[in-house]
């Protein structure tokens, strides 16, 4: 009985111990993704874009620090959008003017704010909708894979090569949804001038056909002498 006790005291210390090392590593696993995470940061989003209007986003870059720029119009008008983007004292780094899409990759030469402007004021009618993305940072190393600067095994190798075809392939669906989403705008202004061009033509169809009905009526209609001729007669 005794020796029973003792075992199930060792064998519930042995789980308490093993418990708080997993718990341990788990908190060390998260302190580790969050120093990762500080490395890199970006924002990747769509907006709309008012007619005669323009709108800018702010980014804080350190010195030193690279960066990722990149804008697409969707939408509106015949895709264009006019495009500056400047360092913390205002001048411009890059400029582009009733572009549809481009990207600029830099290194920040001076720490601060970084400012991007979208421009749509040559446009008195049309919005557009762009889709922009801006990283900082270079992105975390794999854990266990990029932080030794030892030879690499052909598993951290494959694990590697697996990373970046999974970076290269989310790169690619976003290109392929706005593709496909400025396909299914122009597809839906099409259906609606169609529509409405083709409401237009049954209308004056029917108002043809209904004016052609009464002159035809007209001409097969008899006339009966009026009083006012019988009166004189």
């Not at 709108?55 to 895709?79: H, M, P, W």
């Not at 190798?157 to 290109?175: G, P, R, Y």
Request: glycine share 6%; net charge negative; with cysteine.
């Amino acid at each position: 009985m005794l020796s029973n006790c003792h075992r199930t005291t060792m064998n519930a210390a042995t789980s308490r111990q093993n418990s708080t090392k997993l718990w341990m590593l788990t908190l060390v696993a998260g302190i580790a993704a969050l120093m990762q995470m500080q490395c890199v940061s970006g924002v990747e989003f769509t907006f709309d874009l008012a007619d005669n209007a323009e709108d800018c986003f702010y980014e804080e870059i350190k010195r030193n620090t690279s960066a990722y720029f990149e804008f697409q119009v969707s939408a509106g008008g015949q895709l264009d959008v006019d495009v500056t983007l400047k360092d913390p004292q205002g001048k411009i780094i890059y400029e582009q003017k009733r572009s549809t899409f481009d990207s600029y990759q830099f290194v920040a030469e001076t720490s601060g704010v970084y400012t991007a402007c979208f421009g749509n004021q040559f446009s008195a009618f049309s919005h557009k909708i762009v889709y922009v993305d801006f990283q900082v940072g270079e992105e975390p190393a794999l854990p266990g894979v990029d932080e030794h600067a030892t030879v690499l095994t052909q598993m951290e190798t494959s694990s590697q090569a697996i990373h970046k075809s999974l970076n290269d392939i989310l790169d690619a669906q976003t290109h392929h949804r706005l593709r496909e989403a400025q396909g299914r705008k122009r597809a839906d202004e099409l259906n609606h001038r169609v529509m409405i061009w083709s409401t237009l033509e049954t209308a004056s169809m029917v108002l043809i056909g209904v004016a052609l009905i009464i002159i035809l009526r007209n001409f097969f209609t008899d006339r009966k002498p009026s009083q006012v001729h019988y009166g004189r007669l």
